[in-house]
């Protein structure tokens, strides 16, 4: 139990165009997910926490119209980076917090998204 | 001074060796503790929760201590698939995890 699923797991885009990451767990309801970014050998780094049905808590230096988070509904959460550039480029991983049972304050991480923006 | 530090790494150690890794928070506030192991460009994966009492799972053994805000974890007869990065996470209250840089284990036969 507890997996999380991301889509895609790779894209490679051009400069300029925005590009939808999806979050799902599948077996489990999550009010809460978060996103982060990982640049290489580097840690990751919490980018922002998406709450079901209200609006995301981006961290600081995040840019909320950049990277649009919706989390429609209590088990798919997405992250759509506009108007991609290079600097974008990174791994991109969310996470999901169960809403309640024996994994209640642990976080289940998905496979993760590698964004390569050219 | 970051929020999470841990020892800068990596680590290169024969098989067989025992290896500790430490850590320590800023934030005394913090709630939970756990590492997490990270192979290369895969997404992390729990590894252990860490307790004020200390605990053991097999060959690996974390400790916390609240009142130096630190945490340690050691690897007994460490294995060739114990290669992988090791990251010490915090969570302050609310849910947020909060990821140390990591440290790189590298076993070598």
């Known amino acids: 139990g507890a997996v999380v699923s991301q889509h895609p797991s790779r894209v490679i885009c051009k400069s300029g165009t925005s590009v939808k990451i999806e979050c799902r767990s599948l077996?489990?309801?999550?009010?809460?997910m978060f996103w982060y970014r990982q640049f290489p050998k580097k840690s990751l780094m919490l980018m922002a926490t998406s709450n079901e049905g209200s609006k995301a808590t981006y961290e600081q230096g995040v840019e909320k119209d950049k990277f649009l988070i919706n989390h429609a509904s209590l088990t798919l959460s997405t992250l759509t980076v506009t108007s991609a550039h290079p600097e974008d480029s990174s791994f991109y991983i969310c996470s999901a917090r169960p809403l309640s049972g024996t994994y209640y304050n642990e976080q289940f991480f998905g496979p993760g998204t590698r964004l390569t923006v050219l | 001074r970051k929020e999470v530090e841990q020892d800068p790494g990596p680590f290169n150690v024969p098989e067989g060796a025992t290896v500790a890794f430490n850590c320590t928070y800023s934030?005394?506030?913090?709630?939970?503790f756990f590492w997490y192991r990270q192979d290369c460009r895969k997404e992390p994966k729990l590894l252990m929760s860490?307790?004020?009492s200390g605990n053991e799972d097999g060959r690996f053994t974390a400790q916390l201590n609240r009142a130096s805000q630190y945490i340690s974890l050691l690897i007994r007869d460490s294995k060739l698939s114990d290669s992988a990065t090791y990251l010490c996470?915090?969570?302050?209250?609310?849910?947020?995890?909060?990821f140390g840089q990591g440290t790189e284990l590298s076993v070598k036969p």
């Open positions: 077996d489990f309801q999550a009010t809460t």
């Open positions: 860490v307790y004020s």
């Open positions: 996470v915090v969570g302050p209250q609310g849910g947020k995890l909060i």
């Open positions: 934030n005394s506030a913090s709630q939970s």
